[in-house]
């Protein structure tokens, strides 16, 4: 382990003055099982949150879809009032069904409700980025973008948003979306084990983000012996190898791993700290490649 910036160092949104440590917090799972509903314990998620912002998290990634409402509601309480450097990103384009499923909400009415819902839930007047999740598909699915971010923008020009970033794309849409709108973020889809991303070096040059989601695996977290191996040749855990695996990716990757737990944010925010040899990164590269 080497000397490292805290928390991984900053990163500076495009075209903003918003400015994050690149290791952040992803606060999906502060909602019940599935995402949906009340957490088992309320007073473990305010002080995870709680936890967080004191460690130096300036930058939590929600959805008011998480819950629905919960997670926001959590945030609201735990964090409020608001430290005036953190910066809280939100998505939006999805409906929660009663039976906890996923459906797609992107009309211009459905985006503006969500848009009032998460003010309304967190308490702020302005939310400072929001991603347009694309619902075409599970995964990133070609089609044209343009109606719902068109309508982002109109609620981005009444002041009730401050900057877009685009989530669950392609290549195609992210190069409409900038046509349309100045994106300073992407979040797919990218871990150890799901490199499929050809997106990341392209945002590189152009200074815009790119926040993986699920960095840790998502609901099935990473599994892998060449993990184990690395993680423990190195004296860490296999979730600190695949935080600083992904950190050493690319200047642009900014990280939101989840967790419930103030023992796994903690072990979470220690990764920064982790120096990968050659010899690690090489081992790493199996991983995915049949050995998961
Ligand atoms: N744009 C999108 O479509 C999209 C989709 C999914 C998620 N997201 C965002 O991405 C963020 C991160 O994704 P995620 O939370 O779903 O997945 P994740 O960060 O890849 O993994 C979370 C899982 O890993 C476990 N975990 C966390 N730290 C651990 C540790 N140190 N040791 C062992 N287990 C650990 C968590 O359980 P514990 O609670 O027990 O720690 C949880 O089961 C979310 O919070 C959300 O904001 C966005």
Not at 110 to 130: M, S, Y
Not at 180 to 186: K, R, S
Not at 224 to 234: E, G, I, M, T
Request: charged share 20%.
């Amino acid at each position: 382990m080497t000397a490292q910036p805290h928390l991984g160092g900053t990163f500076t949104f495009p075209g903003t003055d918003i400015s994050v440590n690149r290791m952040g917090y992803g606060a999906m799972q502060l909602a019940g099982p599935h995402v949906f509903g009340p957490p088992k314990d309320h007073e473990a998620a305010l002080a995870v949150l709680r936890k967080a912002v004191e460690s130096g998290v300036d930058h939590i990634d929600t959805s008011d879809f998480y819950g629905p409402h919960v997670t926001n509601q959590i945030i609201r309480e735990a964090l409020v009032p608001y430290p005036d450097d953190l910066t809280i990103v939100t998505k939006i384009s999805a409906r929660r069904g009663a039976d906890a499923s996923w459906n797609p909400a992107m009309s211009a009415v459905d985006l503006e409700r969500a848009i009032h819902d998460n003010l309304r839930n967190l308490g702020r007047e302005k939310i400072d980025v929001v991603n347009l999740r694309i619902m075409f598909g599970e995964g990133p699915t070609e089609g044209s973008i343009a109606e719902p971010l068109t309508a982002l923008t109109r609620l981005q020009h009444q002041g009730l948003v401050g900057h877009i970033g685009l989530s669950n794309v392609t290549a195609n849409q992210v190069e409409e979306g900038r046509s349309l709108a100045e994106i300073v973020c992407v979040q797919n889809l990218y871990n150890l084990a799901h490199r499929d991303d050809a997106l990341i070096d392209a945002l590189a040059a152009d200074g815009i983000a790119y926040v993986p989601f699920f960095p840790l695996g998502g609901f099935s977290p990473l599994q892998s012996q060449a993990l184990f191996d690395v993680a423990r040749d190195l004296g860490a855990t296999p979730m600190q190898v695949a935080l600083a695996w992904l950190l050493q990716q690319s200047p642009n990757i900014l990280l939101i791993p989840g967790t419930s737990s103030v023992a796994h944010l903690e072990e979470n925010l220690a990764a920064v700290i982790l120096d990968l040899p050659d010899d690690a990164c090489a081992a790493l590269d199996t991983v995915g490649t049949g050995d998961h």
